[in-house]
């Protein structure tokens, strides 16, 4: 059931139904013990001791850096209509959620010499995931098999699973 859950067509094809099973219940197991809500239960047995110090803590953060976000967006936006411009598109003025992906790597290349292709040839992927899998094994006594070909669904055929 599990597997059929997880695989083929009709792959999570209930989760929303779960997550909202799942919110119902957090929210009375919370209000059964005393509190308001999951976040204010769960943050009193965390570090961070309530809900009040995450709340202040996250309100402090955005206000750090969404103007640097702003500058961020800025910067990819021009090199949007920089590059529009010289290949004589159209620019919209708009940045995309596929655009920032392009125009970070772009940014990344031009500004700071960093080119995410020619990193990739010193950590070829075979050699990255057996090391990373060592590495957890050894760490957290696990043991990783690879699963053959053919006995699992997959969206690609390259892709592999380790049970």
């Not at 309530?50 to 969404?66: A, G, I, R």
Request: charged share 30%; with cysteine; aromatic share 12%.
């Amino acid at each position: 059931a599990v597997a059929e859950a997880r695989e083929g067509p009709n792959a999570y094809k209930n989760n929303l139904e779960l997550v909202v099973q799942g919110i119902t219940l957090r929210k009375k197991f919370a209000t059964l013990l005393g509190f308001q809500s999951w976040a204010e239960f769960i943050c009193t047995k965390r570090m961070s001791g309530s809900y009040q110090t995450v709340d202040k803590f996250l309100t402090n953060l955005q206000t750090k850096l969404e103007e640097s976000g702003k500058k961020d967006h800025e910067t990819l936006l021009k090199l949007k209509e920089d590059h529009c411009k010289n290949l004589g598109v159209d620019f919209d003025g708009i940045l995309n959620a596929w655009d920032t992906g392009f125009y970070g790597d772009r940014l990344l290349v031009t500004k700071y010499g960093v080119d995410a292709e020619k990193i990739k040839e010193y950590f070829p992927l075979d050699h990255v995931v057996e090391t990373t899998l060592d590495i957890y094994q050894e760490l957290l006594s696990l043991i990783f098999e690879e699963l053959p070909k053919g006995t699992y669904w997959t969206w690609h055929k390259e892709a592999r699973c380790f049970q």
